[in-house]
């Protein structure tokens, strides 16, 4: 099991900053993949970024260089940075982390509570 801890959320003006953080503990050996994730009111859950074990990234194109995300291995951290920030980030932040699927069990997300982030015109 894994357990994921999302903080850093809150009011922003349009063009702030805000750092989220997720916290993750147990079994993190297992885990390959994480990510953050949004949903808006009325929208589904989009996938922001994501950072792999060797540390490569993906963006989604709405965030790309504004956004950025980070992993500290000791501390068994994840960080989102957002600058530049847009009404249209609005959401519930939520981290996630993926164990990956293997020849005798399926892939598996694990999900933070998420922590709203609003950014005001």
């Known amino acids: 099991q894994v357990q994921l801890v999302e903080s850093g959320g809150g009011l922003v003006q349009s063009g702030g900053s805000l750092r989220l953080s997720c916290a993750a503990s147990?079994?993190?050996?297992?885990?390959?993949?994480m990510a953050w994730y949004r949903q808006a009111p009325g929208k589904e859950r989009e996938l922001v970024a994501a950072?792999?074990?060797?540390?490569?990234?993906n963006y989604a194109d709405s965030v790309k260089g504004r956004f950025t995300i980070s992993r500290d291995n000791n501390k068994q951290t994840m960080y989102l940075q957002m600058n530049s920030q847009k009404p249209d980030d609005t959401a519930v932040y939520y981290c996630?982390?993926?164990?990956?699927?293997?020849?005798?069990?399926?892939?598996?997300?694990?999900w933070g509570q998420g922590t709203q982030v609003t950014v005001s015109s």
């Open positions: 950072i792999n074990s060797g540390d490569s990234t």
């Open positions: 147990g079994s993190i050996s297992s885990i390959n993949v």
């Open positions: 996630n982390a993926v164990r990956p699927g293997t020849w005798c069990s399926p892939r598996y997300d694990y």
